[in-house]
T-cell receptor, first 114, second 113 residues
Framework: KAGVTQTPRYLIKTRGQQVTLSCSPI?????VSWYQQTPGQGLQFLFEYFSETQRNKGNFPGRFSGRQFSNSRSEMNVSTLELGDSALYLCASSPAGGFTGELFFGEGSRLTVL | KNQVEQSPQSLIILEGKNCTLQCNYTVSPFSNLRWYKQDTGRGPVSLTIMTFSENTKSNGRYTATLDADTKQSSLHITASQLSDSASYICVVSANTGGFKTIFGAGTRLFVKA
């Protein structure tokens, strides 16, 4: 069974630009959640989608948004990038819900903002 | 305030030795606690997940314990191997009407030959 796939793995952007990251969950998993990981803040929850609906949201500004498609694939978008957005962005899938069940993480997308 | 604190921040041990990592939380109402292992540059991998009624759960050389009364958990690694070098992250979920997940900052473990 294929794992969680995130693309791109690495990317470099400049301040003010926007970025879209993609996540393909494990087949059959309906929940996809996103996380930001930085050395200073550790892992922080961004949002969770289940059956194309945002079910939970962390404390991030509106520049961070996401969506989920009917095939459970998910994208997250960050607009008007700031230097502080440089981080490893992780996606995780779960069969039913990330808060009660096991999370399966992808390898992450490492974003560098210059 | 919901918090998860892990100790130590980092740890160096010799191959073959045992070690114990600690996780204290103030998350309420408690739903579950998980331990993840994260190799450098990789995504976290689940080791154990425990609910309120579970005291101990093992996964190979990894054994997690949970004391819901004192809100403490520990991860014990037996007969450490070089491949155990990684960050270990404690994650606690609360059911506050909507679920809330709080991550610990992690313990960085270095296993030396």
């Amino acid at each position: 069974k294929a794992g969680v796939t995130q693309t791109p793995r690495y990317l470099i952007k400049t301040r003010g630009q926007q970025v879209t990251l993609s996540c393909s969950p494990i087949s059959g998993h309906r929940s996809v959640s996103w996380y930001q990981q930085t050395p200073g803040q550790g892992l922080q929850f961004l949002f969770e989608y289940f059956s194309e609906t945002q079910r939970n949201k962390g404390n991030f500004p509106g520049r961070f948004s996401g969506r989920q498609f009917s095939n459970s694939r998910s994208e997250m978008n960050v607009s008007t990038l700031e230097l502080g957005d440089s981080a490893l962005y992780l996606c995780a899938s779960s069969p039913a819900g990330g808060f009660t069940g096991e999370l399966f993480f992808g390898e992450g997308s490492r974003l560098t903002v210059l | 305030k919901n918090q998860v604190e892990q100790s130590p921040q980092s740890l160096i041990i010799l191959e073959g030795k045992n070690c114990t990592l600690q996780c204290n939380y103030t998350v309420s109402p408690f739903s579950n606690l998980r331990w993840y292992k994260q190799d450098t540059g990789r995504g976290p991998v689940s080791l154990t997940i425990m609910t309120f009624s579970e005291n101990t759960k093992s996964n190979g050389r990894y054994t997690a314990t949970l004391d819901a009364d004192t809100k403490q958990s520990s991860l014990h690694i037996t007969a450490s191997q070089l491949s155990d070098s990684a960050s270990y992250i404690c994650v606690v979920s609360a059911n506050t009407g909507g679920f809330k997940t709080i991550f610990g900052a992690g313990t960085r473990l270095f296993v030396k030959a």
